[in-house]
């Protein structure tokens, strides 16, 4: 038997038979129209924001324009400061966004690396798992409290923070799904004909992982969204003036009585991230399943 033998043998997944079932799921269709929306206004936002997201010149407190006493001038209304909410708005979700994007990335990366070392290398599979189980008993939040402690409060600190917190779950997810690779036919047929190690891991191990843990990572984002926006209402995210979906929501808590739009028009973005993610989360694990496909 050659690699060429193996590498036919190995189930890879299949991009286009994949799109097409995603494609005929009018559910992924809708979350994944909104969440490509969402991203594109915000990373728009310097081209469609109305006005200046912290120029605080106007009247504050006017609420959204489909509200009694609103204007078209301000479509969302303006905060306690008098700036345009609807600029804000724009502007904290590439924030959000964009910490949840770092927590997934540098965090699931250091998860995968870590569960495929864990299920290829025996000898250290105890010591990482332990590690990830010592990680796994603390809460995000005390690591973003501990961080701050240390640097201060701001975006750097919740990116470490979330990346951390990412860290276990994707650990052991990776792990169990390698250890189920590993098992397989193939990879005792590339160990037998010689391939390095690196080989096996990068060409066949990481590959034969990757569904299962994009999965994951895609259901882990809105998690870490959440997390993230828990540790900006806090406190211990961005700071003044920066625009931030949670901090945002923190800071209309004062006037929520008389002026709810402040911390419920950022509450609402958030949700819709968070929702339209889970849905492509759960539609991506549906399409990979093979038992899913013959239903």
């Known amino acids: 038997m050659t690699s060429t033998d193996i590498e036919s043998s190995t189930p890879l997944p299949r991009p286009v038979g ?8 009018s559910t992924v269709l809708i979350a994944g129209g909104i969440l490509v929306t969402i991203v594109a206004a915000s990373l728009l936002a310097p081209f469609i924001a109305p006005y200046d997201p912290y120029e605080t010149g106007y009247a504050p407190f006017i609420p959204p324009a489909f509200m009694e006493g609103g204007t078209s001038e301000f479509l969302l209304g303006t905060d306690q400061q008098g700036r345009d909410l609807l600029s804000r708005l724009l502007y904290g979700t590439q924030a959000t966004l964009l910490t949840g994007l770092l927590g997934v990335f540098f965090g699931g990366g250091a998860g995968v690396v870590l569960g495929i070392l864990a299920a290829y290398f025996k000898k250290f599979d105890p010591p990482i798992m332990r590690f990830v189980d010592v990680l ?19 975006i ?14 994707v650990a052991r997810v990776t792990r169990s799904t390698a250890v189920v690779v590993m098992s397989q036919e193939y990879m005792e ?6 391939l390095s190690d690196r080989h096996l891991i990068i060409r066949y191990l990481g ?3 990757i ?9 882990r984002f809105g998690q870490v969204i959440l997390i993230g926006a828990a540790l900006s209402f806090l406190g211990l995210g961005a700071r003044p003036p920066m625009a931030e979906l949670g ?19 950022p509450s609402l973005a958030i949700f819709m991230i968070v929702l339209c993610a889970n849905m492509l989360g759960d539609a991506l694990r549906d399409a990979l399943d093979p038992r899913m496909r013959n239903m």
């Open 156 to 169: 750097v600190p919740i990116i470490i923070a979330l990346s951390i917190a990412t860290v276990p779950d």
């Open 211 to 219: 569904g299962s843990v994009f999965v994951f990572l895609t259901l």
């Open 136 to 154: 796994l008993s603390f809460p995000a939040i005390l690591f973003g409290l501990a961080i701050a402690a240390v640097i201060g409060p701001g």
């Open 189 to 194: 047929a590339g160990r037998a004909i010689g």
């Open 207 to 209: 590959l034969n992982c």
């Open 247 to 265: 901090m945002m929501a923190a800071q209309g808590r004062d006037a929520l009585f008389f002026a709810p739009h402040i911390s419920t028009i």
């Open 18 to 25: 994949l799109l097409r079932r995603l494609a005929s799921d």
